[in-house]
Nanobody, 123 residues
Framework: QLQASGGGLVQAGGSLRLSCAAS????????MGWFRQAPGKARLFVAA???????????SYADSVKGRFTISRDNAKNTVYLQMDSLKPEDTARYYC???????????????WGQGTQVTVSS
């Protein structure tokens, strides 16, 4: 299971750090991703980080968040983080974490999903 937390209400320009804690199995070998979905909109890729191994630690970001968001993971804690800085009102959405066997921006490539956490950025 994946449990996302850390969402909340923040003013534009502020920061939040989302956490995604895994339980029930070890996800260190999985790529982990963050997606977001605003009401009435499609679920969109935000960021992903590869699993452990020779190429572990590779990251990928949506253009809209590059330079503002940072994804990281702590395999000892079975947790993935999304540090979000310089937040904008258009970042408002429900954020979901997910696990995949490969590093991908495609939501269909993810096998496990968390329940999401709401992020609201006021102007």
């Amino acid at each position: 299971q994946l449990q996302a937390s850390g969402g909340g209400l923040v003013q534009a320009g502020g920061s939040l750090r989302l956490s995604c804690a895994a339980s029930g199995r070890t996800f260190s070998g999985y790529a982990m991703g963050w997606f977001r979905q605003a009401p009435g909109k499609a679920r969109l890729f935000v960021a992903a980080i590869s699993g452990s191994g020779g190429s572990g630690g590779r990251t990928s970001y949506a253009d809209s968040v590059k330079g503002r968001f940072t994804i990281s993971r702590d395999n000892a804690k079975n947790t993935v983080y999304l540090q979000m800085d310089s937040l904008k009102p258009e970042d408002t959405a429900r954020y979901y974490c997910a696990a995949s066997t490969l590093l991908t921006a495609q939501s269909g490539g993810y096998d496990y999903w968390g329940q999401g956490t709401q992020v609201t950025v006021s102007s």
